[in-house]
């Protein structure tokens, strides 16, 4: 929520004031808080003119005087810095400065803020300051405290950026830009396997431009970093894009989108919060380092769940049965027809022609005569006997 206050501003400083001519300070939050959380108090400045010409390069110097109900505001006596300052002209643009307001822990109703004098000047060369005032009886900005994470206005950070050593020295440095960064986190995600997280970020103009140095090197990237607890998750981890439109001695516009791997370690949920920024050619050493701050309360926070790495193994494709046709069996008959050994008869060398003598032993009419002889006598016998039976 915003609210307009209107403000006097003395003169004899380094500005140009008219008495009759207030100018017109905005008051902006968001439009719930949280207890125990911080939130921005933006306070937006108009266009202002100076009595005389810079001779060097700065930066409009703020300080408000506020009153806080149910709230403290972290750093309500430092000069905040906004609008530029530019050499040999008068004109300064609008700009704006941002306070830091933390909700006492377990309050409930609404923080009130009721703004006082504020003091502007100089961050170089005038040493004196102007005293605006506003009515002591203007109504104090009113927010109500709520239960949830606080809105998408907590999405926006202030990051506290400088160049590295190596960078030229930049006069827009160290500056303080508000970028508002949304984390999308997986929708499923598993042990001992990477995850998403998508980044995106967008530069505000609340805060200070995102200036890029004349040397700031060319085909640069953007890294983007998130802190990460819960599941085994690392602490942080880092994504990186490739920058569109950065032109060296201009302020960076937009920003790319960044893929980010989260590699939980176990089941259970991990709580996702945006971490710091880096451009340049190398993560480790770029050109320009953004760093968030180190407490993540009143920042937005994003959670996934993470399940069970699937255990299922993977099914042993069936072979296909392959069906073979019973061979016939062959019964084979062999006749085997054994030729006889013909031994042909030698005649013993200088005997007598005794037919089948020699090498077969003795003749065979021997056998013959012989058996005859045996059959004969046979015949005999058995003619005697027949009469022996007959007469007795």
Do not use: H
């Not at 791997?261 to 993560?283: C, E, Q, Y």
């Not at 993470?306 to 062999?334: D, E, F, Q």
């Amino acid at each position: 929520m915003t609210k307009q206050y209107s403000y006097t501003c003395a003169t004899g400083g380094p500005f140009t004031f008219t008495a009759a001519t207030p100018i017109t300070v905005s008051l902006s939050t968001p439009d719930t808080v949280t207890a125990g959380q911080t939130f921005d108090l933006t306070v937006s400045i108009p266009a202002l003119t100076l009595a005389a010409s810079p001779t060097v390069a700065g930066k409009v110097s703020a300080t408000l005087a506020l009153t806080p109900t149910n709230a403290t505001v972290n750093d309500a006596t430092t000069a905040k810095e906004g609008a530029t300052v530019t050499i040999n002209q008068t004109a300064v643009p609008a700009g704006s400065v941002v306070y830091k307001v933390a909700v006492t822990a377990g309050m409930t109703g609404n923080v009130t803020l009721k703004p006082a004098d504020l003091k502007l000047g100089l961050t170089t060369g005038a040493t004196t300051t102007t005293t605006c005032t506003t009515p002591t009886t203007a109504e104090a900005l009113s927010v109500p405290i709520g239960t949830g994470g606080g809105g998408t206005d907590n999405e926006i950070i202030t990051y506290d950026c400088d160049l590295v050593p190596t960078v030229t020295t930049n006069t827009d440095y160290p500056a303080d830009v508000d970028i508002k960064v949304v984390l999308t986190p997986p929708t499923t995600a598993s042990a001992n396997a990477d995850a998403e997280v998508k980044w995106a970020g967008t530069i505000q103009t609340t805060g200070d431009p995102l200036s890029l140095p004349t040397n700031f090197p060319a085909s640069s990237k953007i890294f983007a970093t998130i802190k990460a607890s819960g599941a085994g998750a690392p602490a942080t981890a880092t994504g990186e894009a490739t920058l569109t439109g950065a032109t060296a001695g201009s302020d960076l516009a937009t920003l790319p989108s960044v893929t980010i791997k989260v590699k939980p370690t176990s089941t259970g949920t991990v709580t996702l919060t945006p971490g710091d920024i880096a451009f340049g050619t190398s993560a480790s050493s770029p050109a320009i380092k953004c760093v968030a701050p180190t407490s993540t309360t009143g920042l937005k926070t994003y959670t996934f769940t993470v399940g069970n790495a699937s255990t299922t193994p993977t099914p042993t494709p069936t072979p296909t049965p392959t069906t073979t046709s019973p061979r016939p069996t062959r019964t084979s008959t062999a006749t085997v027809t054994v030729t006889p050994k013909v031994q042909k008869s030698k005649t013993p060398k200088a005997g007598a022609d005794t037919g089948a003598g020699g090498e077969m032993g003795p003749d065979g009419r021997l056998f013959i005569l012989t058996g005859a002889g045996l059959i004969a006598a046979a015949a005999v016998g058995g003619l005697v006997m027949r009469r022996r039976s007959i007469k007795g």
